[in-house]
């Protein structure tokens, strides 16, 4: 019987805030395939994701197929848009949110979890964010435009540059990218295109690099939409679940466990020879060149 046994690995995830995401989901995949979870959550909502999971509110979410529940070693504040000290600037270092808490950029994560656990198999960067997300690209302004690059696309980098060297030689990294990226989604605004056209560009560039500097591979899911936090905020997830459900070949929700059954192949030993890929993980809806439910087929009997 072939078996994904992750057993004596470890992962970091990095973008996990509730259970409702992909983060969540591979994370709990890869759980169960037996790797140890050290997991980055947001440094803003770190209080509240602690607070919900002690309170049990994740319980259901966290069942395991033999009825124990997924759990992680450590959880380390992060906030992916700094890389050192001295980038953060001072609005953020005295809010509220941030004030009692060190260490959340992504060097000083790595520093950490180096001196906590040594060493890391698997990588996974499940984040993204623009604070434009509601306005069209035409009307992003430059801020907003580059705060979407820096916290969707450049933190896979500076990820990768940092968390590299403690990295286990033929372990792997992963992120997760959407259609928008080649393809007009004129509804994800922001620069969010624009981030994810980067950030594939990105994992092509850096399996090369980080490959032969590092011996890691590199890819990403390009996945279908999900009612995540993330997606309810951009405004038209449900909109775009119904559009899949009506136009892809496999006319059904996509749940974040089809994802996460791809990511625990891609971030295993069996995608050894696989990197700088983009997986589509979306039903199929990729491959459509046209929109079946348009009113322009009504009258056609092939639909
Ligand atoms: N939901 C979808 O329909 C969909 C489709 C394709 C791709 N994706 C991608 O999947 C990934 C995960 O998103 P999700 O939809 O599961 O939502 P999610 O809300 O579960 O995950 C996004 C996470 O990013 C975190 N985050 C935001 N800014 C951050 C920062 N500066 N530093 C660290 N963390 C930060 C948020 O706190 C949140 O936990 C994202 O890259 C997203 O673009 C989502």
């Keep these: 019987m072939l078996n994904i046994d992750l057993k004596g690995k470890k992962a970091f995830v990095v973008g996990i805030g509730d259970d409702q995401g992909f983060g969540f989901s591979i994370a709990k995949t890869l759980f169960e395939a037996g790797c140890e979870i050290i997991i980055g959550t947001w440094a803003p909502i770190v209080k509240i994701f602690e607070t919900s999971w002690k309170n049990k509110k994740f319980d259901e979410s966290r069942k395991l197929k033999d009825g124990s529940l997924f ?7 992060i906030d992916a848009s700094y890389d050192y000290p001295e980038d953060v600037p001072s609005d953020i270092k005295e809010n509220k949110r941030y004030k009692e808490l060190s260490g959340y950029t992504v060097s000083e994560v790595a520093k950490k979890i180096e001196k906590d656990f040594g060493k890391i198999d698997i990588l996974v960067h499940s984040l993204a964010n623009s604070p434009e997300v509601m306005k069209s690209l035409l009307e992003t302004s430059r801020k907003g435009y580059l705060a979407a690059q820096s ?33 007009v989604v004129p509804q994800y605004g922001g620069g969010m295109s624009s981030a994810k056209a980067s950030l594939e560009s990105d994992i092509r560039t850096l399996a090369y690099e980080a490959g032969r500097k590092f011996k890691i591979r590199i890819n990403a899911i390009s996945a279908g939409p999900l009612k995540s936090r993330a997606a309810k905020a951009i405004g038209f997830i449900d909109d775009a679940i119904n559009y899949s459900k009506a136009n892809a070949p496999l ?37 459509m060149g046209m929109a079946m439910d348009s009113k322009s087929f009504e009258k056609s009997e092939k639909n």
């Design 151 to 183: 916290a969707s696309a450049y933190s896979l980098i500076s990820l990768i540059h940092h968390f590299g060297p403690l990295m286990n030689k033929n372990s792997s990294a992963l992120a997760l990218t959407y259609e928008a990226s080649t393809k």
């Design 251 to 287: 006319q059904k929700d996509l749940a974040p466990e089809e994802v996460a059954n791809a990511a625990l192949f891609l971030l295993s030993d069996l995608a050894s020879a696989i990197t700088g890929e983009i997986l589509f993980v979306d039903n199929g809806l990729n491959i």
């Design 71 to 77: 759990d992680y070693i450590k959880l380390y504040p």
